[in-house]
């Protein structure tokens, strides 16, 4: 006849803590955004104007806009500056 372990409290424990992480990184994964992907930005404006939108169209995108519109990721996007 074997004899089993009693049940301790050691392992409840470790066991609350292993489910309570799964659950933790379930819930951030459902959370948070799958992939969010740096963007590259091309200033053709010399305006100091800000629609809400840097668009790729000839003297659409302000350096204003382009900072404004990077700084909403936290991803290491890029600006480019057209020479006019």
Same mark, same amino acid.
Do not use: H, K
């Given at each position: 006849?074997?004899?089993?372990?009693?049940?301790?409290?050691? !392992?409840?424990?470790?066991?609350?803590?292993?489910?309570?992480?799964?659950?933790?990184?379930?819930?951030?994964?459902?959370?948070?955004?799958?992939?969010?992907?740096?963007?590259?930005?091309?200033?053709?404006?010399?305006?100091?104007?800000?629609?809400? !939108?840097?668009?790729?169209?000839?003297?659409?995108?302000?350096?204003?806009?382009?900072?404004?519109?990077?700084?909403?990721?936290?991803?290491?996007?890029?600006?480019?500056?057209?020479?006019?």
């Amino acid at each position: 006849m074997t004899t089993q372990r009693p049940f301790t409290t050691s !392992m409840t424990t470790s066991m609350t803590r292993r489910l309570g992480g799964a659950l933790l990184a379930l819930a951030l994964g459902l959370i948070l955004p799958a992939s969010a992907s740096a963007a590259d930005f091309v200033v053709n404006s010399n305006a100091d104007t800000s629609d809400g !939108m840097c668009e790729d169209l000839p003297g659409d995108c302000t350096l204003r806009e382009a900072m404004e519109e990077a700084n909403v990721n936290t991803e290491s996007d890029t600006l480019y500056c057209l020479q006019q």
